[in-house]
């Protein structure tokens, strides 16, 4: 449950609201969300731990495929994978005086 500070007395105007009641159940429902939450980001990062490590492997042993046999018998293949990326680049907008036409040449 989350742990909020008590409030000192005294400190709330008279046209604020009181805060609302907390509800147990909710708060329960909340903290195990946010623990299975956590639980996929873990799972997420092992994930792409081993597709890195297999890109790795099949790169070290010169293979472009690598078939295997799933856990229920399908017969499957991991793809080595090779891109090439590219990306716009800002720069600086050009004036009238950087302008290279070589006229002052």
Do not use: W
């Amino acid at each position: 449950m989350a742990k909020k500070q008590p409030e000192l007395p005294g400190t709330r105007g008279a046209n604020e609201p009181e805060p609302p009641k907390p509800i147990k159940a909710i708060d329960d429902a909340i903290d195990e969300l946010e623990k299975s939450e956590g639980k996929r980001t873990r799972i997420g990062q092992s994930i792409v731990d081993a597709k890195k490590r297999i890109q790795a492997l099949l790169v070290e042993h010169a293979l472009p495929f690598y078939e295997y046999e799933d856990g229920n018998g399908v017969l499957r293949k991991k793809f080595r994978k090779e891109s090439l990326g590219s990306c716009k680049v800002k720069v600086e907008k050009r004036t009238d005086d950087d302008s290279d036409d070589g006229a002052d040449e």
